[in-house]
């Protein structure tokens, strides 16, 4: 029977089963019936023993002179380039390849030290298999605890790090240290006059110790969030309504005061804070709505009569003036006139009276016409 093996191809000679040798580019003959086989595969790549063992292979001076080994240790992994580019990670414990067309070269990289940095080239990293390293990303107003099988290791700054992951687990809890607002809303507190009322408080915060946080606070939010509760339970219930209005703010500086008096056992700094909202019963909303409507009136209807008391001594005064200086009478009469005029087409007057009275009486001799 005839075979074929082209260029880029080698043969498996095989009698009865048993590796005879092996076969380059060109044409065979061998014949079945005296048991003779060949197996062909592509030299490229991974070499496929088409179940023949490695060992027996690799007594052929002509295989072994056409393969590379890539043998890796358990602690280990390794990059393959091939033709001097980077092709693949290897992680098996050892793989032959062919190495006829192209050249395979091998980079050994020791997994057992953390950190990558150390070892890799950074444009690899991300090529590696995910279970074999731990990428972790710190944001800007952010900072890590990085622990080594829950042992803390080292805080991590803003920036991207790589850890193998091998041998210990590495991980890492990772904190806001930017200002974070809490809101404590909808606090029902019975004042000291027995009324209902809800309150709404608001704080910011920042974490300033996370070392000491994660081994003696369990969900600081949370812890300062009821702390907060209690001191505005405690407090607020001691005032009447309304002192608790009227006295809104100095109430939430004492509120903000005491929660300080904690940050401290909360791994926390408090900037600042207050009474957000005060809340009232409907019924008591109601009566406070007239009493503001009411006393708005009253504000007004003082206004009016300051208003017409200040304008009735100014006619007063004005009239006294008037009495006191004809000259002055005088310039107020043409100063009628002047007006009357703009409004009317002719005015006649005659001699012997003065200009108010005739005016006076031509105004009454108009009013009784139209009567």
């Known amino acids: 029977m005839k075979f074929t093996i082209k260029e880029q191809e080698c043969g498996f ?3 009865n089963g048993r590796f005879q040798k092996l076969l380059l580019a060109g044409r065979y003959t061998y014949f079945k019936e005296l048991g003779y086989e060949v197996l062909t595969t592509t030299m490229s790549g991974v070499v496929k023993n088409m179940g023949i063992p490695m060992e027996v292979l690799l007594a052929c001076k002509e295989f072994s002179a056409r393969v590379v080994k890539a043998e890796i240790p358990d602690s280990s992994i390794a ?5 001097g580019a980077y092709r693949e990670v290897l992680t098996a414990a050892e793989t032959y390849f062919w190495n006829v067309f192209e050249t ?16 890799l080239p950074r444009m690899y990293m991300d090529l590696m298999p995910a279970k074999y390293y731990k990428k972790i990303a710190v944001k800007d107003g952010e900072t890590g605890l990085l622990y080594f099988d829950g042992r803390l290791e080292k805080r991590l700054e803003t920036g991207v790090y790589y850890f193998w992951n091998y041998g210990e687990e590495v991980t890492c809890k990772i904190f806001n240290m930017k200002l974070q607002q809490l809101e404590i809303s909808g606090q029902e507190v019975l004042t000291a006059d027995k009324v209902g009322v809800r309150l709404n408080v608001i704080c910011n915060y920042r974490i300033t110790d996370p ?3 994660v081994t003696q606070v369990e969900g600081a939010s949370t812890q300062l969030y009821t702390c907060a509760q209690l001191i505005i339970r405690e407090y607020v219930g001691k005032y009447r309504l309304d002192e608790l209005l009227a006295q809104k703010k100095e109430i939430g ?7 300080r008096e904690r940050q401290r056992e909360l791994c926390l700094e ?6 957000k909202d005060i809340i009232l019963p409907g ?4 009566i406070m709505n007239t009493v503001l409507v009411a006393e708005k009136k ?6 009016m009569r300051r208003e017409e008391v200040a304008s009735t001594r100014s006619l007063l005064n004005t009239a006294k003036l008037m009495e006191e200086n004809q000259t002055l009478f005088k310039l107020k009469e043409l100063e009628y006139l002047e007006r009357i005029c703009d409004k009317v087409g002719n005015v006649s007057l005659n001699g012997g009276k003065g200009v108010l009275e005739q005016l006076a009486e031509l105004a009454g001799m108009s009013a009784n016409k139209f009567a």
Do not use: P, W
């Not at 990059?79 to 033709?83: I, P």
């Not at 408090?270 to 009474?275: A, F, S, Y």
């Open 253 to 259: 500086e004492y509120i903000l005061d005491k929660i």
């Open 211 to 213: 070392e000491r946080l």
């Open 270 to 275: 408090v900037v600042n804070g207050g009474i």
């Open 104 to 119: 395979n070269t091998f980079q050994v990289v020791d997994i057992t030290n953390h950190y990558m940095e150390e070892s």
């Open 79 to 83: 990059l393959r380039f091939v033709n």
């Open 13 to 15: 000679l095989m009698k």
């Open 283 to 286: 019924e008591i909303r109601d």
């Open 298 to 303: 009253a504000q007004a209807n003082v206004i």
